[in-house]
């Protein structure tokens, strides 16, 4: 077995008892991933430099015999709107230049604090708007199954390099499933936490009552690792929560092995049993209700009609409104992109911005504005906030008897790169699955099933009730148990 | 045509000066693209309109209460000189702007 296909727990070990040395491990991932790039073009900015450094300091800490964190000497990378001290940070965008933050994001604190080693910044829809990582101003990424498919997005390049064996964990965001729908195109496992669970101090904000950071990884066993260093209260996010007691390192033993999930109550959708699937998806579900069956859970149904008629609009019309706002601060000013020729200051503002955003992040800008404007706000803000309400309330009922929803994270399998729909809206309609998840501000847990005859991962996902990141992650467990652990992918290289 | 553009809600001028608000500025080929969005946009937004939303309350998270609020305090960031670096236009502690007041 190669270095590069250890997973985080395995790679933490091995350099704690000396099987190999942090700079070993960082050199197979640093040479897995310039095999990969040609490709893929997973990465806007590779790290090799600071991260061998860094993989040399906990070799020479290990030599030292001092403590050493949970990850030390792991290598990791990070989507580029989480910003890294010194290095440059894009979102993905062409207005963001060359800018490197002067200070970092939490979960990077938490990370590097534990020892975790960066080898890169991973490529993105620009701002995080975007289902493909096609609105990325540094291009498209590949997937690895399949490098003329999309992977996915908005995290698309930290999804398909944690596939492709670049590292074992990564971290994305998910506003509105930019962490389950890459996890789940490119075949491994993704945890959107509950909102308020992990810090975003130092995510480049999008929808800020939507965003949550969260980890990528090809076992569950690693995700209960990175929930652990993740989840911690912050006093710097005012939305973050104390929840100290959710234990993700302790797995609680199954009174009954041969029937682990016996007595969970998992739901299916009503109002999505007759949505059209791609083949190898309704497959995935049908094969995983008779798992669930087999492994003594019972099947129920829950009935969600307006997170299925009005989930969409309603989440593009609180996305919009907060981009809007959130972006206002991209005016060439302070950071990134600017111009030196312009005559007064609205000028300069709107020739930076004009240049510096692309397509899909302008036209998004354009609706939020136009939807908060004091004329049509109460009619359209206001009213989706009002939406929200009732989409939250109807997820509350429904979990009052359910442990968890079973459901799939996308209709289809990933398109080929530059098929992206003319139309917007019927691209968004494609994330009915995931974004009512981030409006309720639940746990959504992506997770590969197998796969399809032509090679293509096939994911779904669990939702669960807030605060219940701990016991998807227990179900998935007992699950990847019987589906197998995701593999890596091959064809990237 | 004519009957599409009848039916649409914001036509050039307005997705124009909503633009301008945000500080965005179209070509003819970008505000094409842009009027088509917003339209299909408030088309897919309208379906609000059959919910009764008298008396919901706007949504908000129920746990904001449960977020510990930190004192309120001024803290000195202390890599201001990082800040300003990434501006070659930047003097003492400021960054220099473009002229704001009209003449």
């Known amino acids: ?275 059209t699937l791609d083949p190898p998806i309704a497959d995935a579900m049908k094969r995983l209700i008779r798992i669930f069956e087999e492994t003594g859970a019972d099947i129920v149904e829950v009935s969600l009609p307006t997170v299925a008629r009005y989930a969409v609009a309603c989440y593009y019309a609180i996305a919009a409104s907060e981009a809007h706002t959130n972006l206002a601060r991209f005016d060439g000013v302070r950071y990134g992109y600017t111009v030196t020729t312009a005559s007064d200051l609205k000028d300069m503002f709107e020739e930076v911005r004009s240049k510096g955003f692309g397509a899909e992040v302008k036209s998004r800008i354009i609706a939020g504005t136009c939807l908060t404007e004091p004329v049509r706000s109460e009619e359209y803000y206001v009213a989706a906030t009002r939406v929200r309400t009732l989409i939250a309330e109807e997820f509350r009922k429904a979990f009052e008897n359910v442990d968890c929803i079973l459901q799939p994270v996308t209709p289809s399998l990933p398109a080929k790169i530059g098929e992206a729909d003319e139309d917007a809206m019927k691209g968004y309609e494609s994330d009915l699955y995931t974004l009512p998840v981030n409006m309720a501000g639940l746990p959504g847990f992506s997770f590969c099933t197998g796969y399809s005859q032509s090679g293509l991962p096939v994911g779904l996902q669990l939702v669960g009730p807030r605060w219940s990141d701990k016991n998807l992650l227990d179900m998935g467990f007992e699950l990847e148990k019987i589906l197998g652990t995701p593999k890596i992918a091959q064809r990237g290289n | 045509m004519g009957r599409e553009v009848w039916l649409m809600k914001l036509g050039n001028d307005d997705v124009r000066a909503i633009a301008a608000e945000a500080r965005l500025s179209l070509t003819d080929g970008e505000l094409a693209g842009a009027v088509r969005y917003i339209n299909n946009f408030l088309d897919m937004v309208d379906r609000f309109k059959e919910l009764d939303l008298k008396n919901v309350e706007p949504f908000c998270f129920a746990e904001t209460n449960e977020c510990p609020l930190r004192e309120d305090l001024p803290a000195v960031f202390a890599r201001s000189d990082e800040i300003l670096a990434d501006r070659a236009d930047s003097t003492g502690s400021f960054f220099r702007v473009p002229r704001i007041m009209e003449e």
């Open chain 1, 1 to 275: 077995m190669q270095l590069y296909e250890l997973g985080v727990r395995e790679i933490a070990e091995g350099i704690r008892e000396k099987k190999f040395s942090a700079l070993e491990v960082f050199d197979e991932c640093l040479h897995r991933t310039l095999a990969c790039e040609g490709k893929m073009s997973a990465l806007i900015t590779t790290t090799a430099d600071a991260g061998r450094a860094h993989a040399r300091r906990v070799d020479e800490q290990i030599a030292k015999g001092g403590a050493l964190g949970l990850l030390a000497g792991v290598p990791v990378i990070l989507k580029d709107n989480i910003c890294t001290h010194g290095i440059r940070t894009t979102a993905g965008s062409r207005i963001l230049g060359r800018w490197a933050p002067p200070y970092s994001a939490t979960v990077w604190e938490l990370l590097s604090s534990a020892g975790a080693v960066l080898l890169g910044k991973s490529n993105m829809d620009e701002f995080a708007m975007g289902n493909t990582c096609g609105t990325s101003a540094f291009g498209p990424t590949a997937n690895p199954w399949d490098v003329s498919r999309v992977p996915g997005g908005s995290s698309g390049g930290s999804a398909a390099s944690v596939a492709a064996g670049y590292v074992p964990f990564a971290l994305g965001s998910d506003t509105g499933g930019s962490i389950r729908q890459p996890a789940s195109y490119c075949g491994i496992y993704g945890l959107k936490p509950t909102y308020g669970l992990v810090s975003r101090y130092g995510l480049i904000a999008y929808g800020s009552s939507l965003d949550q950071i969260g980890p990528f990884a090809r076992s569950v066993e690693d995700m209960d690792l990175l929930m652990h260093v993740l989840a911690r209260h912050d006093p710097k996010d005012s939305t973050s929560v104390d929840k100290s007691e959710i234990d993700f390192t302790r797995r609680e033993k199954s009174r009954q092995p041969e029937k682990p999930l016996k007595g969970k109550r998992v739901a299916l959708v009503k109002e999505f049993r007759d949505f």
